[in-house]
């Protein structure tokens, strides 16, 4: 895992226009001027931990499969709320998601030293609920109607793992 570089955007981008990712995923498409602005606005804020997953070819080569972050890490309350799992079509089903997913919780836990790390799903994305549940978040409710997603509004159940119940 790494930090994001300007050179992961257009991937970024690509997931982000993507139909069958924004079904689960809160975010909507955006230009590409867009995509530099949240670049410029993520670097500047320090108030968020983004990384971008790779998995090794067997020539050693990286290649870039997803990412996954950590936002608005409020280092008073120690607690931070974690985002944008995407991975790319052709590395799911690999344990790389798992994987990754480990290693940022780590991070969050361990180096940002946070006590809770909360994150909301769609209900329906029963695939990052299994995930969530094997990492040992538990449910924590349901905000009913809370966003408006592709032309509907939509629950969401809130999940959060505390660090204790690592």
């Given at each position: 895992?790494?930090?994001?570089?300007?050179?992961?955007?257009?991937?970024?981008?690509?997931?982000?226009?993507?139909?069958?990712?924004?079904?689960?995923?809160?975010?909507?498409?955006?230009?590409?001027?867009?995509?530099?602005?949240?670049?410029?606005?993520?670097c500047r804020n320090g108030d968020l931990a983004l990384?971008?997953?790779?998995?090794?070819?067997?020539?050693?080569?990286?290649?870039?499969?997803?990412?996954?972050?950590?936002?608005?890490?409020?280092?008073?309350?120690?607690?931070?709320?974690?985002?944008?799992?995407?991975?790319?079509?052709?590395?799911?089903?690999?344990?790389?998601?798992?994987e990754a997913s480990c290693l940022l919780l780590d991070?969050?836990?361990?180096?940002?030293?946070?006590?809770?790390?909360?994150?909301?799903?769609?209900?329906?994305?029963?695939?990052?609920?299994?995930?969530?549940?094997?990492?040992?978040?538990?449910?924590?409710?349901?905000?009913?109607?809370?966003?408006?997603?592709?032309?509907?509004?939509?629950?969401?159940?809130?999940?959060?793992?505390?660090?204790?119940?690592?």
């Amino acid at each position: 895992m790494r930090p994001v570089e300007p050179e992961d955007l257009p991937f970024l981008m690509e997931q982000r226009w993507d139909a069958d990712l924004t079904a689960h995923i809160i975010h909507s498409p955006i230009s590409s001027y867009n995509q530099q602005q949240w670049y410029e606005k993520i670097c500047r804020n320090g108030d968020l931990a983004l990384s971008v997953f790779y998995k090794e070819t067997p020539d050693k080569t990286p290649v870039l499969v997803g990412s996954s972050g950590l936002y608005d890490i409020n280092h008073h309350h120690q607690r931070a709320t974690w985002k944008t799992l995407r991975m790319d079509k052709a590395h799911q089903g690999m344990g790389l998601a798992y994987e990754a997913s480990c290693l940022l919780l780590d991070y969050g836990f361990n180096t940002l030293n946070l006590n809770k790390i909360s994150c909301d799903v769609f209900p329906d994305n029963q695939q990052v609920i299994r995930l969530l549940e094997r990492l040992g978040f538990q449910e924590e409710g349901r905000l009913r109607q809370h966003y408006f997603h592709q032309g509907v509004f939509k629950d969401v159940i809130v999940y959060g793992k505390i660090r204790d119940n690592r």
